[in-house]
């Protein structure tokens, strides 16, 4: 058997595909377009490895997946590829909308072409998992409780728009065609082989370059962490076991203010790699608040672990150590990773 993994080579995918081979042989089709934050060295350790077959190519490539589909016959896709940077869609929707709902209408009539055709067990056990994000629900105030699978959908920027659509389009091929589907909504995600375009590693980055780092208003926007292993563990867990039709969402119970999270990257920092010239969080500057800046994520992940027996393994605490002395560990793969183009893209996003 074999599974399709759409943006394999991103930050979320590429750590989905790592481990899964921890806990399965099976063989995983990884297909990413490699855009800026597809990044195949992240996959390095696979380069040798027949379970893993890498095919360079856009989702919105009906052709293409039509033909991977008929060649692998997997038995589930689980589709990551998106363009996910919010200050990015800000600036250039267009590709948020081209990715992440053109690209998963694509999917998605592949899917049901090639799952059609399919007999017997092989056409029941088929699943479609789509990898969403809490962003769709909108923003939170500081008393309301957390968004649970039954919060309305009230997406705040181009790109928890263009998720909110696609999270539409997955639940209408179920309800219209009975395309076997499953969709998950995390929360913020951190740890290793993350662009350094988010909160956490572009403090990481800057702070060992000794550069600013640059914190949106006043730095209490609250969001819900999750290790990113964690959430591959509960996207298995709802592949495996998921109801179809439904939604999961996957949440960390770590809710944190920005500021308080780059206070805390200063800290480590502090402790693991002390600068001579003082503190890190000497380095904290008060950048222009982005518009539509949600105020507070938080994700009620109680039904996955209700139906499922999923909880994260990782607390904030032992995870963010875990990533920053990731980073400390492979500042070649930092340093590698950005180039020209997202030292121009730092530039125009926060200014000098």
């Keep these: 058997m074999t599974i399709l993994v759409t943006g394999g080579a991103g930050f979320i995918g590429s750590n989905f595909v790592l481990d899964w081979f921890k806990t399965s042989d099976e063989p995983v089709v990884n297909l990413d377009a490699l855009t800026y934050a597809g990044n195949l060295e992240n996959?390095?350790?696979l380069k040798d490895d027949a379970r893993h077959i890498f095919v360079k190519g856009d989702i919105c490539d009906r052709a293409l997946v039509d033909q991977l589909l008929a060649?692998?016959?997997?038995r589930a896709i689980v589709h990551f590829a998106a363009e996910s940077h919010v200050d990015r869609s800000i600036h250039g929707p267009g590709a948020f909308m081209r990715t992440n709902v053109e690209g998963t209408f694509t999917l998605l009539e592949a899917a049901r072409g090639y799952w059609g055709a399919l007999e017997g067990d092989a056409k029941a056990a088929f699943r479609f998992h789509h990898v969403s994000t809490d962003e769709v629900y909108g923003s939170l105030k500081p008393q309301d409780p957390p968004f649970a699978e039954t919060n309305a959908y009230e997406p705040n920027s181009p790109y928890s728009a263009s998720k909110a659509?696609?999270?539409?389009?997955v639940r209408a091929w179920h309800h219209t065609y009975g395309l076997p589907v499953v969709t998950t909504n995390c929360s913020n995600n951190y740890g290793p082989y993350h662009f350094p375009e988010k909160l956490i590693p572009l403090m990481i980055v800057n702070a060992l370059a000794g550069k600013p780092l640059p914190v949106y208003g006043d730095g209490q926007q609250i969001r819900d962490w999750l290790y990113v292993t964690d959430h591959c563990s509960g996207i298995r867990a709802v592949l495996a076991g998921g109801t179809l039709g439904e939604t999961y969402?996957?949440?960390g119970w770590n809710e944190k203010a920005n500021i308080d999270i780059v206070k805390t990257v200063c800290a480590l920092?502090?402790?693991?790699?002390p600068d001579p010239a003082g503190p890190?969080?000497?380095?904290i500057t008060y950048v222009k608040d982005r518009p539509g800046h949600d105020?507070?994520?938080?994700?009620?992940?109680?039904k996955i672990e209700r139906d499922l027996g999923w909880r994260p393994a990782e607390t904030f605490e032992t995870g963010i150590r875990k990533t920053v002395q990731w980073y400390l560990a492979n500042e070649d793969w930092a340093s590698r990773v950005l180039s020209g183009a997202y030292r121009?893209?730092?530039?125009?996003?926060?200014?000098a």
Excluded: C, F
């Design 165 to 169: 659509a696609s999270d539409h389009l």
């Design 280 to 283: 890190y969080a000497r380095l």
């Design 295 to 302: 105020r507070r994520y938080a994700i009620d992940a109680r």
């Design 249 to 251: 969402n996957i949440g």
């Design 344 to 351: 121009e893209w730092v530039s125009k996003q926060y200014g």
């Design 71 to 74: 060649t692998h016959r997997p």
């Design 269 to 273: 920092l502090d402790e693991l790699r």
């Design 43 to 45: 996959l390095a350790s």
